[in-house]
Each structure stands twice: as C-alpha cells, then as structure tokens.
C-alpha cells in the first residue's frame, strides 16, 4: 500500500508564501506520476500541479509563474512551493500519486490565504 502524508499548510497573507511537503511510504515504486490537487470550499477538487515520472512538470494555468514543485528522492518527499499566494489559492491541498492507474491520496493540508 501507499501512503501520503502532507504539511506545511496554515494562514499566510496575501503575497506570502507557502512550502508544502508530501512524503510518501509503502510500496511507491514504480508510480506513473505524483500531484499536486487542492478543493476550495464549495467547489470541485482541481489539479495544481503533475509531476510525471522522468518528464516535466505541468502546472496548472491559474499558478503558473507563482508556484514551483521539487523533489527529495532520499527522503521520498516532494514539495510545493507557492509564492504569491491570492487569496483564490485558499483550499486543502492533497498530495496524489498514481501507480498503476490507481490514485492514492493523503488527507491534506489547509491553506488559508487571508489578510
């Protein structure tokens, strides 16, 4: 199994920044691909950001420019760093990695962008 586990969340002010971490553990290898999804209140899950494996990341359209995915292979983590946080950017973001084409989630991290 696969499991996904998020942080780095809270409340910043419009214009700050964020760095959010997913570290995953079990059976990960091999995975498709790794993203990064947020759920603003009342509205649909979207996609943030996809890292396929071996390929570059897709971001999208609403944070290109303002958000940076990286990874830490030794520690199977990866990480979203978000700068110019609006306060649209407030939502619980959830970590996803796909592995034969089966989706595994963690259980988020808040993100409240609020002056």
């Known amino acids: 199994q696969v499991q996904l586990v998020e942080s780095g969340g809270g409340l910043v002010q419009p214009g700050g920044s964020l760095r959010l971490s997913c570290t995953a553990s079990?059976?990960?290898?091999?995975?498709?691909?790794m993203g990064w999804y947020r759920q603003a209140p009342g509205k649909q899950r979207e996609l943030v950001a996809v890292?396929?494996?071996?390929?570059?990341?897709n971001y999208a359209d609403s944070v290109k420019g303002r958000f940076t995915t990286s990874g830490d292979n030794a520690r199977n983590t990866v990480y979203l760093q978000m700068n110019s946080l609006k306060p649209e950017d407030t939502g619980v973001y959830y970590c996803n990695l796909n592995r034969f084409g089966r989706d595994y989630w963690g259980e988020g991290t808040l993100v409240t962008v609020s002056s």
């Open positions: 890292m396929p494996r071996g390929d570059n990341t």
């Open positions: 079990g059976t990960i290898f091999p995975f498709n691909a």
